[in-house]
């Protein structure tokens, strides 16, 4: 057998030394961390306290949702209706809708999107996320007012956001932090939108909700009313104008027509024709003489009593009895109005959103030990170098 030289020798006493030294330290580490335990423990303690007091003092919020879809036939019938009513009238002059009306062309577009589900659900969830909305939905929110008054914030006035700025911004500051927690989202992968509403109680959440839901369907609810009144408005002043045009031109050509009998039957009375005498020249005359006096004379009684211009013009009559239909166009505005269609119930959260005081305590009780832990090690290293 081969005896142990010098140099491995050494090698296995610097070994041995060195998991002797390993020992130590595991020894060590435990006995510096046994030395500041209550420095461990008073931090912990503080993260502890300073969690609750936290907890105790920070806005909670409980989140309610609810997924809506494009609303069904059902959910806009007499929207639906009368736009259906405004079009058949319309659709019975084929000249309003045609290409050679640019106005009229326009109108019946509108018309025929005022109750497309699509457009009215983005309508819906624009007016959802509008700030404005939010801020006069929550001003007028008994449950905002109250958590207002719990927490001693003042909703300022005019006058008063002049005189103190404190307020108005302590105020805004507040109204911002709800309004952020109001949000209409599209479900990825879906035409569908998620609505949210968070609020400082479970049961205000969802009350609140379906609060809002209801304030913004109304407003989506009188713009498309007061757009189909405006549309049935600019179709009625287009019929007016072109009943006016159309009956200044019949004037106009009675007039014409008037003048031009009286002259013929002067000229028939000077030439001594009385009766009626056949003409054989191919062109038309200006002045028909050979009716004779007695026709031409009937003839300018007859012009001169004509009221009704639609004798000169029958399309006077076929617009006046379109624009009578739409002056017969009655609207009821029922409740029974719904932008949306909802794909769940609205129920109360079962949750605070976020991280609950028990994870929050855990979490920073285990920061504050490992940070002790940090603290202690370095100010024994440090300490330990120094007495070196």
């Known amino acids: 057998m081969k005896r142990a030289t010098p140099l491995s020798s050494e090698k296995t006493t610097l070994y041995q030394q060195s998991k002797q030294d390993d020992g130590i330290d595991v020894r060590e580490l435990f006995g510096v961390i046994w030395a500041y335990k209550w420095f461990t423990v008073l931090m912990c303690a503080v993260a502890?306290?300073?969690?609750?007091?936290?907890?105790?003092?920070?806005?909670?919020?409980?989140?309610?949702?609810?997924?809506?879809?494009?609303?069904?036939?059902?959910?806009?019938?007499?929207?639906?209706?009368?736009?259906?009513?405004?079009?058949g009238v319309l659709n019975s002059f084929p000249d309003f809708s045609s290409k050679s009306s640019k106005s009229g062309e326009a109108i019946m577009q509108e018309l025929s999107n005022i109750c497309e589900s699509d457009m009215l659900l983005l309508y819906f969830v624009d007016a959802f996320n509008s700030f404005s909305n939010k801020k006069l939905f929550l001003e007028s929110s008994s449950e905002f007012l109250f958590w207002l008054k719990a927490n001693a914030i003042i909703m300022p006035t005019n006058e008063l956001a002049g005189v103190n700025l404190e307020v108005l911004s302590l105020y805004r500051h507040k109204l911002n932090e709800w309004t952020k927690t109001i949000s209409a989202q599209l479900i990825p992968g879906t035409s569908n939108f998620r609505l949210e509403f968070r609020a400082?109680?479970?049961?205000?959440?969802?009350?609140?909700l379906e609060a809002y839901i209801n304030h913004v369907n109304k407003l989506v609810k009188v713009s498309q009313y007061e757009k189909l009144v405006v549309l049935l408005d600019l179709s009625r002043n287009e019929f007016i104008m072109s009943i006016n045009m159309a009956k200044q031109k019949a004037e106009k050509k009675l007039a014409l027509m008037l003048e031009k009998t009286e002259y013929s039957y002067q000229m028939a009375v000077a030439a001594g024709k009385r009766g009626y005498s056949a003409s054989f020249n191919p062109v038309v005359e200006?002045?028909?003489?050979?009716?004779?006096?007695?026709?031409?004379?009937?003839?300018?009684?007859?012009?001169?009593?004509?009221?009704?211009?639609?004798?000169?013009?029958?399309?006077?009559?076929?617009?006046?009895?379109?624009?009578?239909?739409?002056?017969?166009?009655?609207?009821?505005?029922?409740?029974?109005?719904?932008?949306?269609?909802?794909?769940e119930n609205i129920e109360e959260p079962l949750s605070r959103e976020g991280t609950t005081l028990v994870l929050r305590t855990i979490l920073a009780t285990l920061l504050a030990g490992m940070l002790s832990v940090c603290i202690a090690l370095l100010h024994h290293s440090l300490t330990k170098k120094e007495d070196e």
Do not use: C
């Not at 400082?200 to 609140?208: C, I, P, R, W």
């Open 48 to 87: 502890i306290g300073g969690t609750v007091f936290y907890a105790s003092n920070a806005q909670e919020w409980w989140k309610a949702e609810v997924g809506v879809i494009r609303p069904q036939l059902n959910d806009v019938v007499t929207l639906y209706t009368k736009s259906k009513e405004v079009m």
């Open 200 to 208: 400082n109680t479970k049961q205000n959440s969802a009350v609140m």
């Open 286 to 343: 200006m002045f028909p003489v050979h009716y004779g006096s007695e026709i031409l004379a009937a003839e300018v009684k007859v012009l001169k009593d004509i009221r009704n211009l639609s004798i000169i013009d029958p399309e006077i009559e076929e617009q006046q009895i379109i624009l009578g239909g739409l002056n017969n166009i009655i609207f009821e505005r029922d409740d029974y109005f719904t932008s949306y269609h909802y794909l």
